[in-house]
């Protein structure tokens, strides 16, 4: 009886979701439906496909989106990422006080020179993804999480080394700092936040795109060093 | 003038650099969250004429709403970050000494960011940038509750995170939907076409919304994480939980029903669910035995008057429910303080061992009972000021409706004031118990009696002289009421 009414409920509540999710459309159409809302005035999507790449000369347009017209919330989402990162440091440094160290079994030696190998080049490919962001597909928080998979690659085959939490503090901070100080560049120049101040050069080319690729670089850093300290931390709970 | 948008950035960015200052040195990191809440209480105060004028619109990357994301620096804004940063001050000064185990480097990081988010929430313009800054502010909190990595703190944080998550989870599918069929994230633009749409679908998108955000404004029935998560945190941030965090969500209901929906059909069960939540959590609280979880339940009560006040769609009552916020927003920060060092005093967290603390901790208790009575609502301090506005701006309605339900929602009046009667007078006429360890640890150092003692002076003076406060609580209110002069001011012409 108890799994029919929840059954009953969920019909219910599923019926709403679909009548309402049904209706919206996202995009143009939703626009247009909405009958008073005027094409161009409204539909930031079409807007900024139409005109994006000639405002801000950056290839690939998600970049456009992500860096400079929602930058700002972009910069929350890598606040976002750093608090989990310092909060999870924060509540395992307790415990990290009262575990003991045991010791790891070495991994065999295809896969400890298997490790060393690859790992330079994992580093070149989120290198190459963060700073052809504004070009290709991917940017920061991508090449940032390839970053920090090469250095989960180093935990697992070559026990006992890793990152340095002092290298790992510096890099977050410079990072986040260089973000935001192009950031306020722009307000002190241009009286924006976040401003696409710099030339902008002709688009495709690597260098274009203003102050898009420069904050790519910035998150790709911050990205890679926080989930690179987040693997350090664990690692460090589970060695 | 300088951009309201530094009140982010300037705090975001002391915040980053911490992890390197901290390697220079062990002292310096502990007083960054002071010169960052100084720096934004010195900017938010030298704002408010200018936000009283009219409301400061700022772009960001240069281009206008809808196409970017702005800030909104209205009245309403400007009064709420001028609180976030007073108390987030007096925290961060008493914090200096209070926290003295765990990662202190990343106690003040995740400090200052929590601080950063509550502010965002309250001046952004844009509701997606509303839901980033309100996920700063919880992912921090979440943190924060299970600081000191104890069973209990990781338990309460465990339960706070997973329905707040939940409740963050629910804001984006309602903003998922807005987004469709608006096509547009700016609240402003929202407003302005909100009358276009079937009123089904923008019902469904409301309920998300109310429902996500009700989770962190601790509104019956979705605060079941609230009492332990508030008593298990350390006492500094139970301070700002209580009187900053919360406030965040139900502002950002407010924010939605009124500006961005103008949803006056759902204020009667806004109303309702306000005084069962006062009821119940008064109720809850006057059962207590330990100090925290009855200023948490407190806090529990208070929101749902907060709440009731805001349903009323007066100018007065959001008055008096801005009002409350300032008012609750300092003795609950005052009392979660006090108690702090009462408890390193004596160890215990039961009110039962608090007997006659008042001989041992003089400047202490005082200061408690200052806070405690202005809770209740007792002039001359500002709680009654506050809880004053309320009662005249539900009389002033004349629905029969509003004034059953403030009746009804007096009763939990009276029982805060007999539970708060019982400590102050346990503090003052019982004797203390006779097993009753002197910690030592429990001295009240000079940085924790400053933030005190403030708090309490704010409660007398603003109690003595409500126009300190009064001016801006009209303009605050029609902030949140008048639709059309703020799609006026975001959007131009």
Known sequence: MRRLISLLLLLIVALGIFLCFSGASFGAEGASRAGKLTEDKVNFGRRYASRGLEENKAGNIVASVVVNYRGFDTLGEVT????????LAAILHARREEATPSKAEPASLIVFTGCRFLFPLILLLGAYIFIHGHLTPGGGFQGGAVVA???????????????????????????????????????????????????????????????????YVAIGFKVGSELGGIIDNLSGEAR | MVSPILLIAVPLGLAFAIPVLGLASKRVPRYVPVIAMLFNLVVSVSLLPHALKAPIVVRTAGWAPPYSIHLVAGPLGVLLSSLIALIGLLVAVYGIDYIREGAKVKYQILYILMLVGATGVVLTGDIFNLFVFFEVL???????????GDSTGVEAGAKYLIQGAIGSGLVLIGIGLVYGTF??????????????????????????????????????????????AHSSAPSSISAILSGIAIKAGLYAIARVVYTVYGASSILPFLAVLGIVTLLIGEMCAFGQEDIKRLLAFSSIGQMGLILFALALASATGISGAVFLIVSHGLAKALLFLASGYMIYRTGSRDISSLNGIGKRM????????????SLIGLPPFVGFASKFTIVRAVLGTGSTFFI??????????????????????????KPAPEDSPEQTEGKVPFSALV???????????????????????????????????????????
Not at chain 1, 178 to 195: N, Q, R, T
């Open chain 2, 404 to 429: 059953t339900l403030l009746a009804i929602g007096l009763i939990g009046t009276v029982i805060e004031g007999a539970y708060f009667l019982r400590i102050v007078q346990g503090f003052y006429f």
């Open chain 2, 138 to 148: 919880c992912i921090s909190s979440y943190a924060l509750v299970a600081y000191r």
């Open chain 2, 183 to 228: 096509g547009t994230l700016t609240m402003a633009d929202i407003a302005a076409n909100v009358s276009s749409v079937g009123s089904f679908r923008l019902f469904v998108s409301l309920a998300f919304l109310i429902t996500g955000f009700g989770v962190e404004a601790a509104i019956f029935p979705l605060n079941g994480w609230l009492p332990d």
């Open chain 1, 80 to 87: 976002v990422l750093f608090i989990a990162a310092v909060g």
């Open chain 2, 451 to 493: 933030p005190v003692g403030l708090l309490a002076v704010l409660i007398l003076t603003i109690g003595l002289f409500p126009g300190i406060v009064g001016r801006v609580l009209g303009p605050a209110a029609d902030d949140l009421l008048d639709r059309t002069a703020y799609v006026q001011h975001v959007m131009g012409d």
């Open chain 1, 149 to 215: 998979s090469g250095f989960l690659l180093i935990y697992l085959g070559c026990r006992g080394r890793g990152l340095r939490s002092a290298g790992v503090a510096v890099a977050e901070s410079l990072s986040g700092l260089a973000f935001l100080a192009v950031a306020l560049v722009g307000l002190a120049v241009g009286g924006s936040f976040l401003l696409n101040f710099l030339p902008k050069g002709s688009a495709f080319a690597l260098f274009s795109g203003g102050v898009i690729p420069l904050i």
């Open chain 2, 362 to 373: 003089p400047i202490m208790s005082l200061c408690f009972t200052v806070g405690a009575f």
